[in-house]
Structure formats: C-alpha cells, structure tokens
C-alpha cells in the first residue's frame, strides 16, 4: 500500500519516490561552490538604468533591464500640449532645410501634400498642394490662396504658435472639409 501512496505522491506533488531519493543523492556528484565575480564586476547594490523613461532601479548587477523594452508615447488630440515628441516627427514630416518642411497633412479620410516655409521666429508659410474641391467650395475656401496652379498658401485668422500646431489646424479643416463634402 506504501508503494501505492508514494506513487500517487510523486505524480501529484511532483516529488520523487522516497526509494529513489537516496540513490540519485549517491549518483550525483558533490557540488562545486560557486565562484565569486571579479572584484571589478561588483558593483552597488542598485543600478541606474538610462531610458527615456522615468528612472527604474534595478536590484540585480548582473541584468539591468528597463521596465518596458519600447517606451510608450501618449499621443493627445491637442499637439500643443507636451508630448516626448514632436507632432511633425509623428506625422512624419521631413526637414530638408533648416527652414524648409516636406510631408502630407493627413486625415483619415484623405491626404495632401504640404511645404512649410519657416521665414522668421513666428512667421511659418504653410503651402497645400492640390488641395480638394471639398476645402475650396467649403466654408475656408477663402483661407486657401493660389500662389502657383496647383499650390495654395494657407492663410490664418490667428497665426500659429509654432509648426505643430499649424499642421494639426490644416488637418482639422481638411477632416471637416470632408466630412462636409461626403454628408452633402
């Protein structure tokens, strides 16, 4: 009957017979002590880690590993509230020039290809390139000045505070231009 219990003890615990324990002891060999790390590997107790993230202390010297391998980025509605990075870098704009932009006012809907000309401190050119019918028949129509065939200026009753916030404009007339053109 003990032989019974053991085996039903072995595969419900996970433990080995109590028969076999003594001679997987006396066929192992004995230990070896584990050696100690160079005197130049130890380091303190805590480590540093350098991420884009907020400090993480990690309680191991051997492996350092950040709290998350890919930082996540919040992406707010608004691109003049503080992000990590900038709304043009997101929407993957391209800076040619140190005063010259190059890439699409997107939505999702539709998309346009843009310049943006950056003159002085507060002074930006934004430039549409074949703009829709829906945004020159709309109610910005007036907002959009052909500069060349095919090419408008942009121009704002309130001037943008900075590059971000003047593409997130663009696209907000270009979305609702849209919306209006596809409900009419």
Sequence with gaps: MSGLVELLRSLFLGTPPASTVGRARKAREPRRPVPAPPASHIGPPTARVRTNTPPVVARSVRTVVPRSAAPSVTVLSDPRARTA????KLRRWRQVQANLYLGYFKTRLGRCHGVIKWTSQYDFGFYVHDVPSAILNGPHGACFAEVKPGK???HFAQLPSDLNSGIF??????MEAFEYDQTA
């Design 85 to 88: 990075i900038p709304y043009w």
């Design 152 to 154: 408008f200026r942009v």
């Design 169 to 174: 404009y663009i696209e907000t007339l270009l």
